[in-house]
């Protein structure tokens, strides 16, 4: 909690400049627990809402819920080339059903499911989230994807989930 900073007051994220703390624009109303930074923005999990600083504001991109009108929570966010991957304990993210894991395509500007092409996603929760040039990887609570085993970690490749490696013991 960086609350009473001096000579500025931070609300629940703060920067370094080198010298001293400084604010990252007004704060967030919440505690954070996960950040993702690229070059052109700052991607903080607060409350398990996600939110992205710009520079100059922060922008609440994603509300997740359980069931309309239940909070769920994002965990854990992951970015890779313009797609910022969000996993966690959530069905929905505002109107739109995605369980568990969903990406932000920031040139689209819009959230986009995570399923393969039939339409099938992750079974389970998902409660980590990793992306780089192989995919998007996840870790959680799940067993399958449609008709194939995933159990507990698999690798989005842009089309489809598959396995990784196999299960630990």
Known sequence: DFQGLEPEEASYIARWDGTQWRTVGV??????SNLRATEDALYAVAGGDLHRWDGTSWTLLGEPSLEHGDDGQIASVAVEGGRVFVAGAFHWIGDDPFPG?????ETAGQWQ??????????????????AGAAGAFVAGQFT???????????????????????RLA
Not at 27 to 32: F, K, N, T
């Open 113 to 130: 499911g995570i399923e393969d092409t039939s339409g099938r996603g992750l079974d389970g929760s998902v409660l980590a989230a990793s």
């Open 101 to 105: 894991s969903a990406v932000w395509d």
């Open 144 to 166: 399958t994807n449609g008709d194939e085993s995933v159990v507990g970690i698999a690798r989005w490749n842009g089309d489809e989930w598959s396995p990784v490696g196999t």
């Open 27 to 32: 704060g967030l109303a919440e505690a954070v």
